[in-house]
């Protein structure tokens, strides 16, 4: 298919966005697809910056699009928001399962990781299960009371993995990788949204995600129950036991993530699987923009801005 990667916006962030993923989309190694720059040569046309656009709560830019407008068959989206709003049919990392809809939507990953995971110990880890992350959510601290010894687990809340580069931050990076190394399981919580970077940069090294999140959509095609095992938010407390009866399966499970990560979620695959599945939406007929008064998320999204921006009046004032 000859596809034409666009942005709603045309601020620098949204062109530096749209070259990153042009830029994945040209280490396809499948080669089914085609970039192109014609919109009306193109068969799916992929907006994947609505997340770079927190204070467009109605998201007018990308409704109002005139490649929106003009070309309602074929206009998709990809969305890596931890709250997403479903304005266009397309791929989606954290849509949450009560809002996820099968003829409009198709759970996937990331189009990158957050952290390079490449330069990983190959040594056999040492540590049962491992968790570094944030302290959000309705899990995590559930998630960072666990003890093992043979565990590790940090609150990161003092660092920004999203924020200016430093080497207090390089260190911290460092010091992801090495843990995860170190892991024969890795703990993914839910956070803000049901989606998680860290299932995948997990995949990515060989390691076998532990996936805590009830509402996480999984993506359909792969056999997770082996590269993966999933907890119910309930029974957070019940995950060291449960991982030291799974223990003696890690090879085969580890073989496995490894495997399923290089098929479908990889740098050189990922554009290819992201097409795939607009292709079937289309054929489907998942077309066009969602009625906007139907849309819940959007109500909540302005909610969340104007306490935003109300906040934000009253500490500067």
Same mark, same amino acid.
């Given at each position: 298919?000859?596809?034409?990667?666009?942005?709603?916006?045309?601020?620098?962030?949204?062109?530096?966005?749209?070259?990153?993923?042009?830029?994945?989309?040209?280490?396809?190694?499948?080669?089914?697809?085609?970039?192109?720059?014609?919109?009306?040569?193109?068969?799916?046309?992929?907006?994947? #910056? +609505? @997340?770079? *656009?927190?204070?467009?709560?109605?998201? !007018?830019?990308?409704?109002?699009?005139?490649? %929106?407008? =003009?070309? /309602?068959?074929?206009?998709?989206?990809?969305?890596?928001?931890?709250?997403?709003?479903?304005?266009?049919?397309?791929?989606?990392?954290?849509?949450?399962?009560?809002?996820? #809809? +099968? @003829?409009? *939507?198709?759970?996937?990953?990331?189009? !990158?990781?957050?952290?390079?995971?490449?330069? %990983?110990? =190959?040594? /056999?880890?040492?540590?049962?299960?491992?968790?570094?992350?944030?302290?959000?959510?309705?899990?995590?601290?559930?998630?960072?009371?666990?003890?093992?010894?043979?565990?590790?687990?940090?609150?990161?809340?003092?660092?920004?993995?999203?924020?200016?580069?430093?080497?207090?931050?390089?260190?911290?990076?460092?010091?992801?990788?090495?843990?995860?190394?170190?892991?024969?399981?890795?703990?993914?919580?839910?956070?803000?949204?049901?989606?998680?970077?860290?299932?995948?940069?997990?995949?990515?090294?060989?390691?076998?995600?532990?996936?805590?999140?009830?509402?996480?959509?999984?993506?359909?095609?792969?056999?997770?129950?082996?590269?993966?095992?999933?907890?119910?938010?309930?029974?957070?407390?019940?995950?060291?036991?449960?991982?030291?009866?799974?223990?003696?399966?890690?090879?085969?499970?580890?073989?496995?993530?490894?495997?399923?990560?290089?098929?479908?979620?990889?740098?050189?695959?990922?554009?290819?699987?992201?097409?795939?599945?607009?292709?079937?939406?289309?054929?489907?007929?998942?077309?066009?923009?969602?009625?906007?008064?139907?849309?819940?998320?959007?109500?909540?999204?302005?909610?969340?801005?104007?306490?935003?921006?109300?906040?934000?009046?009253?500490?500067?004032?």
């Amino acid at each position: 298919m000859n596809v034409l990667v666009a942005t709603a916006g045309d601020h620098s962030w949204s062109r530096a966005l749209r070259a990153e993923v042009e830029a994945v989309a040209r280490l396809d190694r499948i080669g089914e697809h085609t970039l192109v720059a014609d919109p009306g040569e193109a068969e799916v046309i992929l907006f994947v #910056d +609505p @997340h770079q *656009h927190p204070s467009d709560w109605r998201q !007018r830019a990308l409704r109002r699009h005139p490649l %929106v407008q =003009e070309f /309602p068959e074929k206009v998709f989206v990809y969305d890596e928001r931890d709250l997403p709003r479903d304005s266009l049919p397309g791929v989606y990392v954290s849509m949450p399962r009560g809002s996820f #809809d +099968p @003829h409009r *939507h198709r759970a996937f990953a990331y189009y !990158r990781l957050a952290n390079d995971v490449g330069g %990983v110990p =190959e040594d /056999p880890p040492d540590l049962l299960f491992s968790f570094q992350g944030r302290r959000v959510g309705p899990v995590r601290p559930a998630v960072l009371a666990l003890s093992h010894p043979r565990a590790v687990v940090e609150d990161t809340s003092r660092y920004d993995f999203f924020g200016p580069q430093s080497p207090l931050l390089d260190d911290a990076r460092r010091r992801y990788r090495e843990v995860m190394g170190r892991s024969k399981f890795v703990l993914c919580p839910r956070g803000s949204g049901t989606g998680s970077f860290r299932l995948f940069e997990a995949l990515a090294c060989g390691r076998v995600p532990v996936v805590v999140s009830d509402d996480w959509v999984a993506p359909e095609g792969i056999a997770w129950e082996t590269c993966s095992l999933r907890v119910p938010e309930r029974d957070v407390r019940t995950i060291p036991g449960r991982l030291e009866a799974l223990e003696p399966q890690w090879p085969e499970l580890s073989t496995a993530a490894a495997s399923v990560y290089r098929e479908w979620f990889a740098g050189d695959v990922w554009f290819h699987r992201a097409v795939e599945h607009c292709r079937e939406l289309r054929e489907r007929g998942a077309l066009g923009l969602r009625r906007q008064w139907l849309d819940r998320q959007m109500w909540r999204a302005g909610a969340r801005h104007w306490k935003h921006t109300l906040a934000t009046r009253r500490r500067s004032g």
